[in-house]
């Protein structure tokens, strides 16, 4: 059974610090990996998606990389704001229904 | 726009009372997910429907039921046999293949 782990549970950085998520995932056989942003008592927001031919993805400051055969990808945040703050989430694609299988999520503080 | 419509936003359901939780998408996605959420974990998928008139079980569909008569609709019945009912419930569609999953903006459920 997949499972997908997400570290750290927690992290607290200034204002302008580039940071990095981890999340690492047991089955490598996967079809993609999706990064969403949570805002307290909201939905969702797709971040990046990931398929599982390709190596990484960028949207404005934010650059998301897979290595699935080992099992691994990272989220990076350059220049973080304010407004950064949220819990961001990791899942990853895979088994014959197609479902997500998501982590624990990271919850993000950057401090003005 | 096109997105998933998710109906109440808050919910208070008295014991041994049904409740169902309405999800409606204009995507036109075939396929539509229903995941709960605890207050610091990830999600776990109840129920997921890959077609009209079909649907399957997900890791925690016990004390759940849906249908899926619509493409455009998949509501969530909470039973009376669910006992822990409190948390946040998301609805979220994708298509068939390997595409991103996109979310509503969630129900809160509460027994009161």
């Known amino acids: 059974k997949q499972e997908v782990t997400q570290i750290p549970a927690a992290l607290s950085v200034p204002e302008g610090e580039n940071l990095v998520l981890n999340c690492s995932f047991t089955?490598?056989?996967?079809?993609?990996l999706q990064w969403f942003r949570q805002d307290p008592g909201k939905g969702l927001t797709s971040l990046l998606l990931?398929?599982?031919?390709?190596r990484e993805q960028t949207s404005g400051r934010l650059n998301a990389s897979l290595d699935k055969s080992s099992g691994r990808s990272t989220l990076y945040i350059a220049a973080s704001q304010p407004g950064d703050s949220a819990t961001y989430l990791c899942a990853v694609r895979a088994g014959s229904a197609r479902q997500l299988t998501f982590g624990s999520g990271t919850q993000l503080t950057v401090l003005p | 726009d096109g997105g998933i419509t998710q109906s109440p936003k808050y919910l208070f359901r008295k014991e041994g009372q049904n409740v169902t939780l309405s999800c409606e998408q204009n995507?036109?996605?075939?396929?539509m997910y229903w995941y709960r959420q605890d207050p610091g974990q990830g999600l776990r998928l109840i129920y997921y429907s890959q077609i009209v008139n079909d649907f399957q079980k997900g890791d925690i569909a016990e004390g759940y039921s849906v249908s899926r008569e619509k493409k455009e609709s998949f509501p969530l019945t909470v039973t009376s046999a669910q006992k822990n009912p409190t948390a946040f419930y998301l609805c979220?569609?994708?298509?068939?293949?390997?595409?991103?999953?996109?979310f509503g903006s969630g129900t809160r459920l509460t027994v009161v």
């Open positions: 089955d490598s056989a996967i079809y993609n």
């Open positions: 995507l036109n996605h075939d396929a």
């Open positions: 979220a569609s994708s298509q068939t293949g390997i595409e991103g999953y996109t």
């Open positions: 990931i398929q599982s031919s390709q």
